[in-house]
């Protein structure tokens, strides 16, 4: 199934990225000076605090940094996750790599069924077309994660493999049913 076809769990979760249309390459349209102009008016900053957490209820995405939501990135995706105590997300596949840096917690990942462990600090490289999944170790405390990838640029040049193996669980973890992401990101 592609990333695309959509999910919705018996709670109603719905990962938006899954469901909705969304903008992988934008079109430069313009005079070279029109597009060095609205490239250099772009801010350079943006608040993680002013994007909304999607996803649950063991999986929240932070959409931060993308062709789809500002105009200064066309070839680089970054989004944060966070995993509620025990949680874990989808089990996929994709063509382009991506550095997973862990901000917050322990866990580990699965990538083509080889077990790899990472704390708060390390940054772990998921591979090219390297199916994989994420889980959070501490059954007391979340983990956080900052993904940054390539992921237009490979799309753009149609090195398109994309693959859901299995959806993020639609249940909380038990005991952590009202697991929410911190509002300080």
Not at 20 to 41: C, D, I, N, P
Not at 66 to 88: L, R, T, W, Y
């Amino acid at each position: 199934m592609s990333e695309d076809s959509g999910a919705a769990g018996t709670s109603g979760v719905v990962w938006e990225r899954w469901s909705k249309k969304r903008t992988f390459v934008r079109a430069l349209e313009g005079t070279y000076g029109e597009l060095m102009q609205e490239l250099f008016s772009q801010p350079r900053v943006y608040k993680i605090q002013d994007k909304e957490w999607r996803g649950g209820p063991q999986n929240y995405h932070k959409s931060i940094i993308n062709p789809h939501s500002v105009k200064i990135a066309q070839s680089i995706e970054s989004h944060v996750d966070a995993f509620a105590p025990g949680g874990h997300g989808q089990k996929h596949g994709h063509m382009n790599s991506a550095v997973f840096f862990v901000l917050k917690g322990k866990g580990h990942d699965i990538h083509d069924g080889r077990r790899i462990d990472w704390e708060a600090g390390d940054a772990l490289l998921v591979e090219n077309c390297c199916v994989h999944q994420h889980f959070s170790d501490d059954p007391d405390n979340e983990a956080i994660v900052l993904i940054m990838k390539a992921k237009p640029l490979f799309l753009f040049m149609h090195l398109i493999f994309q693959k859901m193996v299995e959806y993020p669980p639609t249940e909380p973890v038990p005991g952590h049913e009202s697991y929410a992401p911190p509002d300080s990101l």
